[in-house]
């Protein structure tokens, strides 16, 4: 099975940097994804890792160390807009990619 | 183009009674997924569909929850007898066949068991 591990909150101020990570245990890597949730709507998609690096899409870039089991969400030039809860989340194996979510950490970006 | 749509928005009903919750996917694509998030809670898996495949009921919590999917595109999820712990947000999800990793989530049903 998956275990997912994220922090529960996290405050930041406007303008700054944030760094989400995310931590995970699968029997069967498939990737992870991100995905982003504002309060009362649905989840919206972020980014889907499965090799190594960086990946880099505007404002926000996601991390993937597989030997690691570890993950991060960057958020660079923070906006009012971000606060949200961040969905760390690790796919099954084979080619139904069900994810099993982590709780989400919860963004609270001040001015 | 529409995205992933559902109705109703909310719903109330007392405990013991049927609800059908249903999920409009986006067109064209095969796959789609239920799940509920209760409040303060992550995303619970309950039932993917792809294509004309057997669905995979793995995450579905007890055998008052069933779900179709009719002609590959419409689908309900029915929860009979319900009780106060169903209360939850349902969340649909669907995903092209190119590319299954993205998943586009509808607006969810919030359901409240009184």
């Known amino acids: 099975g998956q275990n997912i591990d994220q922090p529960t909150e996290m405050t930041a101020t406007e303008g700054a940097i944030v760094q989400i990570n995310c931590t995970y245990q699968?029997?069967?890597?498939?990737?992870l994804f991100w995905y982003q949730q504002h309060a009362g709507e649905a989840p919206t998609f972020l980014s889907y890792?499965?090799?190594?690096g960086l990946e880099e899409k505007g404002r926000f870039s996601s991390f993937l160390s597989r030997s690691k089991g570890y993950s991060y969400l960057l958020l660079k030039e923070l906006q009012m807009k971000d606060s949200a809860s961040y969905l760390c989340?690790?796919?099954?194996?084979?080619?139904?990619?069900?994810?099993?979510f982590g709780r989400g950490t919860s963004l609270i970006v001040h001015p | 183009g529409a995205g992933v749509s559902q109705s109703p928005s909310n719903k109330v009903t007392e405990k013991g009674k049927d609800v059908e919750l249903r999920c409009d996917p986006i067109?064209?694509?095969?796959?789609l997924y239920w799940y509920r998030q209760s409040l303060g809670q992550g995303l619970e898996f309950l039932i993917y569909?792809?294509?004309?495949?057997?669905?995979?009921k793995s995450g579905l919590p007890s055998d008052r929850f069933s779900a179709e999917r009719t002609g590959g595109s419409v689908s309900t999820l029915t929860i009979q007898r319900t009780q106060q712990e169903d209360s939850a947000v349902y969340l649909c999800?669907?995903?092209?066949?190119?590319?299954?990793?993205?998943?586009?989530f509808g607006p969810g049903t919030r359901l409240t068991v009184t």
């Open positions: 999800a669907s995903s092209s066949a190119a590319a299954t990793y993205e998943q586009y």
């Open positions: 569909f792809q294509g004309n495949s057997a669905p995979d």
């Open positions: 890792n499965v090799l190594d």
């Open positions: 989340a690790v796919p099954s194996s084979g080619g139904s990619y069900i994810p099993t």
């Open positions: 699968t029997s069967g890597f498939n990737g």
């Open positions: 067109s064209g694509h095969t796959a």
